[in-house]
């Protein structure tokens, strides 16, 4: 007999989309490569003043400087750890007013992919407002990956000290 929490995500025609997927402590986050820059390998980084903990700072990368997040900090209030496969990923932000940024994330053990449909990610029925960036879960045979939704990752006032608007004058 099967127990119906084993169940593995449906088998479907088609590709479905690419996810690169990482740990954050133990825990399995799937990131959408369509929203990937490029995977780099962790550098030093720029530290920022009175930032939140989670903000690892700031680097700069074909002439433009990046502010990045340690997404283990984030979530759950731990440093990510530096082994040889803790990567700096730089991904598209938008953050809804029209620009295009870059926003670079801190991800452990970021060296897996997988592809799967979009709908294969369900509600996982807890409404977190203090981390919407958190998005719908999916079971496999080695148990649940969560997908993160990267424009939700920062609150209005972080934003803002990550990406100043500047001026009709060209001044922040």
């Not at 989309?17 to 954050?24: C, Q, T, V």
């Not at 903000?55 to 984030?74: E, N, T």
Request: charged residues 25%; aromatic residues 6%.
């Amino acid at each position: 007999m099967t127990d119906p929490h084993d169940r593995v995500a449906p088998v479907r025609a088609g590709k479905g989309n690419l996810y690169l997927l990482f740990r954050l402590n133990a825990e399995r986050f799937a990131l959408d490569v369509r929203e990937v820059i490029e995977v780099l390998h962790h550098r030093p980084l720029k530290p920022i003043a009175q930032a939140p903990a989670w903000v690892a700072g700031v680097f700069a990368h074909r002439g433009v400087l990046v502010p990045v997040i340690d997404l283990a900090q984030l979530t759950f209030a731990t440093p990510s750890q530096q082994r040889t496969s803790t990567r700096l990923v730089r991904v598209h932000y938008r953050p809804g007013d029209g620009r295009e940024l870059q926003l670079g994330l801190i991800l452990e053990q970021a060296s897996d992919t997988l592809r799967c449909h979009a709908d294969e990610f369900q509600p996982y029925g807890l409404d977190n407002p203090d981390a919407t960036y958190l998005g719908p879960v999916r079971q496999d045979g080695r148990g649940l990956v969560q997908r993160i939704q990267v424009n939700d990752l920062l609150t209005d006032a972080v934003r803002q000290l990550l990406f100043p608007r500047v001026g009709a004058e060209g001044r922040r």
